[in-house]
């Protein structure tokens, strides 16, 4: 899979991109993370690419001519023209099933913002997909971008080392509730001993124990969570595992 991030600050990515799963998984050539500077697309020999909104108001706007033109000259890089993303307030709320539908693309141009955003040209003319990571105003759409980034690589294959690992993550598909609590070595320690059932070695009731874990901490943490059927963490049969140990 490939990601083209356009920005106006590439050099935020550089420690991102080097580091730990995402360097491995480049250096195994299961993805390619390729950066452009929006400034290189600026008429202005200043590299400007902003300027002030029409009609008054603080702020500047990113001007509509070097994002057109940029986008359209890195669609031509690859085969793939990509699945081109911006990242605002406005968009739509990434979730892990919205997560799980992008990583099904091979290509996906992520497009950052700043300052008071975008002519609104470069949305009706390039049509992105609107995203936004959360209900709250980053400087700009690099972090998000990181976000956008971390979450789907994680589901390309080869990438973890269990791919089911992923899969099954709180939120997924898969699992829409919270994951229950883990423990390893030491069995116990000052005065806090890992839950006698993880040591039984039954995998049924460890498997029992972890699904009643899961449903009644999403029901008392993320209620919204437990909705209609078939979009909820699964009601374990029984609800041995809250009898034994509450939840963390
Ligand atoms: N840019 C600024 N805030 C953002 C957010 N919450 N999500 C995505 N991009 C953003």
Redesign the pocket.
């Known amino acids: 899979m490939r990601f083209d991030i356009v920005t106006l600050f590439p050099e935020i990515f550089s420690g991102f991109v080097g580091e730990s799963l995402l360097r491995k998984a480049i250096d195994k050539r299961r993805l390619e993370v390729v950066t452009h500077d929006l400034r290189n697309w600026s008429k202005d020999k200043h590299q400007k690419v902003d300027d002030r909104p029409y009609g008054g108001g603080p702020g500047m706007v990113i001007k509509v001519e070097p994002v057109v033109e940029c986008i359209e000259e890195i669609r031509r890089l690859h085969a793939e023209p990509g699945e081109l993303i911006l990242?605002?307030?406005q968009?739509e709320r990434?979730t892990q099933p919205l997560v799980e539908q992008l990583a099904e693309f091979p290509r996906l141009i992520l497009l950052?913002?700043r300052y008071e955003g975008f002519d609104q040209r470069v949305v009706d003319l390039l049509q992105p997909r609107e995203?936004?990571?959360?209900?709250?105003?980053?400087?700009?759409?690099e972090?998000?971008a990181m976000v956008v980034i971390d979450t789907v690589m994680r589901l390309i294959p080869g990438v973890l080392g269990d791919e089911q690992s992923a899969r099954s993550d709180s939120f997924s598909q898969e699992n829409r509730g919270l994951e229950a609590a883990q423990y390893t070595r030491p069995r116990s320690y000052r005065g806090c001993d890992v839950p006698e059932v993880l040591l039984s070695g039954d995998h049924a009731e460890i498997d029992a124990w972890r699904q009643s874990q899961s449903y009644h901490k999403t029901l008392s943490r993320r209620a919204d969570l437990v909705g209609s059927e078939g979009d909820s963490p699964r009601r374990p049969e029984t609800n041995e595992g809250e009898k034994r140990e509450p939840v963390n």
């Open positions: 990242l605002t307030p968009g990434l950052c913002g995203l936004s990571i959360g209900d709250y105003v980053l400087n700009g759409g972090v998000a």
